[in-house]
């Protein structure tokens, strides 16, 4: 088992890499893959050897090579993260589905999270090749969830397209879609994931209006697509045992 999840970890680490540039140029309407990468002070290209997923960033402190300006440790974090998520979709997993299927939502959650939270945004051009790959995936790996999938993505997708309607300025189109993509990856487990990002949401709703007042706090944005993505993750290792465990007393 420690070769599967080892490759997984390193996979994870260059894929974390790319998903900084993901999240910095998509938002911007900016091609994925020209020009390389480059320092944004003086936009000096990132040479290959500095390029190396967290142990770069460790080895110049933080800092360009050629400017000494300060890199953001965001970028070192996503990465660690995406390879730690990684490992533990190879270690939990139980079959080539469930491989498939953790691995492209852990790609797609990633981004997404960043660039809601940077720019209250969740593309479309994340959600819908993600939602395109995982149906290729149930199809090929696995055609038996088909239908748990896509009653899932309508179902809860559904309930969260009823809260836009009524509550425009507090649900987006974006969070909508969001709840739908994880009904075809997680099926039943949408619930527990839905669930989770609620509670979240709510307790942190609660400390921002403790510590700014009742009236600046309910006019503080908060995206709610990391909440989900949270929960997404979270269901996605335990929310089949958690549905079993509420079944199971009732």
């Known amino acids: 088992m420690l070769l599967p999840i080892a490759f997984a970890a390193v996979a994870g680490l260059l894929v974390g890499s790319f998903l900084n540039v993901v999240a910095y140029r998509l938002p911007l309407r900016e091609s994925l893959v020209s020009p390389r990468s480059r320092c944004p002070q003086c936009g000096s290209p990132v040479r290959p050897y500095d390029n190396v997923p967290v142990l770069s960033w460790l080895v110049l402190r933080g800092r360009c090579r050629d400017c000494s300006a300060g890199i953001s440790p965001q970028y070192p974090l996503v990465e660690l993260v995406t390879g730690v998520l990684y490992a533990l979709v190879a270690l939990a997993a139980d079959d080539a589905l469930d491989v ?3 691995l492209i939502l852990v790609t797609a959650l990633v981004p997404i999270t960043l660039i ?9 051009r994340i959600t819908g090749p993600a939602a395109a790959a995982a149906l290729v995936a149930i199809v090929a790996l696995g055609s038996g969830f088909l239908v748990e999938a896509l009653v899932a993505a309508a179902a809860g997708g559904g309930f969260f397209l009823l809260a836009a309607i009524a509550s425009p300025r507090g649900m987006g189109m974006g969070d909508v879609k969001l709840v739908a993509l994880l009904g075809l990856f997680l099926g039943r487990a949408v619930g527990p994931a839905i669930l989770i990002a609620l509670v979240l949401g709510v307790a942190v709703g609660a400390v921002i209006i403790a510590r700014k007042g009742t009236t600046a706090g309910r006019k503080t944005a908060v995206p709610f697509g990391p909440f989900l993505a949270i929960g997404g993750l979270v269901a996605y ?3 089949d045992a958690i549905v079993d465990g509420y079944v199971d007393r009732v």
């Not at 809601?116 to 479309?124: G, Q, S, V, W, Y």
């Open 100 to 102: 498939a299927l953790g």
């Open 116 to 124: 809601d939270l940077e720019h209250r945004l969740i593309p479309n």
């Open 237 to 239: 290792f335990v929310g």
